[in-house]
């Protein structure tokens, strides 16, 4: 979208379903080219001279900008994929003490498990996929990927795949791999395939944590039976779990489709579907007595 | 305890769909034609046959509520610069309910009616090649959408899908029947039941009954007593059963109510009643009191969410200017003695009051109307009818495809707008759509009114109802969890709408 004026004010009006950050953050990288192009926006001007409005359709992301007034008044309209555009809703990670997220992708997510693996500084991120097995690590920069294994006989094809990822705390880097109608035993410190047998699932209803304030044990619990409404993971007291309102609850941005933990620390990994975003996120949830 | 923790794996707690159970849906229509190229764009009736087509049978790519393109029949695309030539690799190993492999050939056959004229559809050894001498940017839009959907003809007429259910032939059906749903026997019904074999997955119930010809009322009354646990519900009733508690579903605005002129003729006569007329409709208090805000005033033919830009037409009533535009006609038109007549053209209460309505707003500004009930109705929006008296029609309009240029293409089409002027040469740029559906607004032959949302009546046995924002239904996602409470015993809530979901985890 060309501007051929030399100033103008900038009325921008977001109609569309995104957040309000994200909407600062178009309207700046809008102004900047706007500086790019030389055309300085004065923000006292009246009547305003240019009136940006954004919105969304199915498909696209709609910009219509209004330029000038009565016959001289222009209207210019772009459009772009507003996957493009959305993929940048989702803020950049940030630490709480509740819950981290640690991952996100389009691609679905059946299980991510947090293994503390002595052969790396910082602990690793496992998730299940259909079809692969994918180990990422962290480092200054991030999370990057490690390693991937192929998962022989993918769950395609399955409307709601299933499959759990088990790791003890003396063994962290053998991890069992539960699907439906087969176990899968997986090595992290090698890179061959996992290995499969044909054997019952063994689906696991309870997470339990040590308690970092006492000796007992807390139990993880999501709520939802709806995969159309946000979730929380609340914790509870295992001894009384049916008894007791939760001890805390941490809210999600969907639906929690597993949650995985590994015994040793108060740590768990949920994974959650994002409403807003359509993404599958890995969070680390983190009991700290402290908070 | 920590020491069998310790020793304890990795464990888990989420909630697990569940298989099993009958799907109950009620429907006020009559009937539905499950085949595709029956189906009259724009038609509310096809809108609603449209939800159950796709129970049987998928299309090659679909589009999931936060702007992506899914694979389905076909797994890749690709296109080259000029968006002129596509080509989709289709999935393996895909088969019609019948058992027999889904074939390029199929495919093409299938898609070649529902696509933009002039785009060739040509099988290949394991996908296809679509080519147009246009650039076709829409073209994913195209498919995700409308008719757009894969099927195979029989030996004997009726068609087979690939789709997550297949529909059980009528004399079991009604054999059937009697898996809990109180509706008398002699209303119509139609059953589907899970494919195992589904290529996507098994949907997660077992069958979907669904009743034709139930009234408004009675259906509401069926989900409010568990006897039904999906009904399309009309906009008359809403109120009334977000009121009793009942969970309510509202898409987009789905289904827009405009006037067609008769005359396009562009002399200056013609178009000063076109304009008198549509500056004396007030558009806002037909939505809000008439129609009980159950509907959005129209002031342009796509909706906003689909085009964008809606918001950029005005269309204010204009008492005044109405009134200087009356008294630039002859005395005879528009008059006592020679009113114009409307034609209520859509099926259902709603377009007789919102014609009686118009014409109360015209006779405002001077303008005469008079109301004709028009029986043939049922596959509104119809070819205009030149029968010399009827001067303009109300007509249901229900928006189908996910292309901008494709949906207001067909309305033209269908409204015969092009007729008469020059060929309208559509543009998926948005810049030019807009200024063609400007230049539509221009000479006020179609005059947009309201736009009514679909409203679905959701039971609380219902679990995963996840549809579009624009109204696919997805309801091999769906499950049910029969252990929930009665109905009315839930908390009435009218924003428990959950008016944009996800596609299914």
């Given at each position: 979208m060309m501007l051929g004026i030399p100033s103008t004010c900038l009325a921008w009006e977001n109609r569309a379903a995104v957040s309000e950050t994200r909407s600062s953050q178009l309207r700046t990288a809008f102004l900047e080219e706007l500086q790019n192009a030389r055309i300085a926006p004065a923000k006292e001007a009246q009547p305003c001279g240019l009136q940006v409005t954004m919105d969304r359709t199915p498909d696209q992301f709609v910009l219509v900008a209004r330029i000038g007034s009565g016959d001289a008044k222009r209207t210019l309209i772009s459009r772009l994929p507003s996957a493009d555009v959305t993929s940048g809703l989702v803020p950049g990670f940030s630490l709480r003490v509740e819950k981290e997220l640690l991952w996100q992708q389009s691609d679905r997510i059946l299980d991510a498990l947090l293994v503390a693996d002595a052969s790396a500084k910082e602990s690793s991120l496992l998730t299940l996929q259909r079809e692969t097995v994918v180990l990422y690590r962290k480092d200054s920069s991030g999370w990057v990927l490690h390693r991937t294994w192929p998962l022989p006989n993918a769950t395609a094809g399955q409307r709601a795949p299933r499959g759990e990822l088990t790791s003890t705390p003396d063994q962290p880097a053998r991890v069992k791999i539960v699907l439906p109608g087969r176990i899968c035993s997986l090595n992290l410190n090698e890179a061959t395939p996992?290995?499969?047998?044909?054997?019952?699932?063994?689906?696991?209803?309870?997470?339990?944590?040590?308690?970092?304030?006492?000796?007992?044990?807390?139990?993880?619990r999501a709520d939802s039976g709806d995969w159309s409404v946000p979730d929380r993971i609340a914790i509870l007291d295992s001894s009384?779990?049916?008894?007791?309102?939760?001890?805390?609850?941490?809210?999600?941005?969907?639906?929690?489709?597993?949650?995985?933990?590994?015994?040793?620390?108060?740590?768990?990994?949920?994974v959650v579907f994002n409403l807003s975003t359509g993404n599958y996120e890995a969070y680390a949830i983190t009991l700290d007595c402290a908070n | 305890m920590l020491a069998a923790l310790l020793l304890m794996p990795a464990g888990r707690a989420s909630t697990r769909p569940r298989y099993g159970g009958t799907l109950r849906v009620e429907l006020h229509a009559s009937s539905i034609d499950l085949d595709p190229r029956h189906w009259k764009p724009g038609s509310p009736d096809s809108a609603i046959t449209e939800h159950f087509a796709a129970l049987l049978f998928d299309r090659l790519v679909s589009l999931d509520n936060y702007g992506r393109f899914q694979p389905q029949l076909a797994v890749e695309w690709s296109h080259d610069v000029s968006l002129k030539r596509w080509q989709f690799a289709l999935r393996g190993g895909v088969k019609f309910s019948d058992g027999s492999p889904l074939t390029p050939a199929d495919v093409a056959a299938s898609i070649s009616p529902c696509l933009s004229s002039g785009i060739q559809v040509t099988p290949s050894s394991n996908g296809l090649v679509l080519q147009s001498s246009a650039p076709i940017p829409d073209l994913p839009e195209q498919l995700a959408s409308g008719r757009c959907f894969v099927f195979r003809e029989t030996a004997d007429g009726s068609l087979v899908g690939t789709g997550p259910f297949a529909i059980v032939p009528p004399a079991s059906s009604n054999s059937s029947a009697s898996t809990g749903s109180s509706a008398p026997p002699e209303l119509p019904k139609f059953r589907f039941r899970a494919q195992d074999q589904c290529w996507a997955g098994?949907?997660?119930?077992?069958?979907?009954?669904?009743?034709?010809?139930?009234?408004?009322?009675?259906?509401?009354?069926?989900?409010?007593?568990?006897r039904a646990d999906l009904v399309l519900l009309s906009p008359e009733i809403v109120r009334r059963a977000l009121q009793s508690g009942v969970r309510v579903w509202t898409s987009a605005p789905a289904t827009l109510y405009l006037l067609l002129f008769d005359s396009a003729s562009s002399s200056e006569q013609d178009l000063a009643l076109r304009q008198?007329?549509?500056?004396?409709?007030?558009?806002?208090?037909?939505?809000?009191?008439?129609?009980?805000?159950?509907?959005?005033?129209?002031?342009?033919?796509?909706?906003?969410?689909?085009?964008?830009?809606?918001?950029?037409?005005?269309?204010d009533m204009n008492l005044q200017r109405a009134e200087e535009l009356r008294k630039s006609l002859p005395s005879s038109v528009a008059s006592p003695a020679q009113p114009l007549l409307l034609g209520a053209e859509a099926p259902g209460d709603l377009p007789r009051l919102v014609a009686e309505r118009v014409a109360v707003n015209a006779r405002q500004?001077?303008?005469?109307?008079?109301?004709?009930?028009?029986?043939?109705?049922?596959?509104?929006?119809?070819?205009?009818?030149?029968?010399?008296?009827?001067?303009?029609?109300?007509?249901?309009?229900?928006?189908?495809?996910?292309?901008?240029?494709?949906?207001l293409e067909s309305l033209v089409k269908a409204m015969h707008l092009e007729a008469g002027a020059e060929p309208m040469n559509l543009s998926s740029d948005p810049e030019q759509l807009y200024a063609a559906e400007q230049s539509l607004a221009d000479q006020h032959e179609i005059v947009p009114l309201v736009a009514f949302p679909d409203y679905v009546g959701v039971g609380p046995a219902v679990r995963d109802w996840m549809p579009n924002s624009w109204g696919e239904w997805h309801l091999a996602d769906v499950w049910l969890d029969r252990s929930e409470k009665s109905p009315a015993s839930g908390p009435a809530s009218a924003t428990d709408g959950i008016a944009s979901s996800g596609a299914h985890p």
């Open positions: 996992p290995v499969c047998e044909a054997a019952p699932p063994s689906w696991r209803e309870q997470v339990l944590l040590p308690s970092p304030c006492s000796t007992s044990a807390l139990e993880l009384h779990p049916q008894v007791l309102p939760a001890l805390t609850e941490v809210n999600l941005p969907g639906p929690v489709l597993s949650i995985s933990a590994a015994g040793a620390s108060p740590e768990a990994a949920a | 098994r949907p997660f119930v077992d069958h979907i009954e669904v009743t034709l010809g139930v009234p408004n009322l009675r259906a509401l009354f069926d989900l409010q007593l568990g008198g007329v549509s500056f004396s409709l007030d558009r806002a208090t037909m939505a809000g009191v008439l129609l009980q805000k159950q509907a959005e005033p129209a002031t342009s033919l796509l909706p906003q969410w689909l085009s964008g830009y809606a918001f950029l037409f005005e269309a500004s001077g303008f005469f109307i008079q109301t004709v009930a028009r029986s043939s109705a049922q596959d509104a929006p119809a070819v205009k009818v030149p029968d010399g008296k009827v001067s303009l029609h109300l007509l249901a309009w229900r928006y189908t495809s996910l292309s901008p240029r494709a949906e």
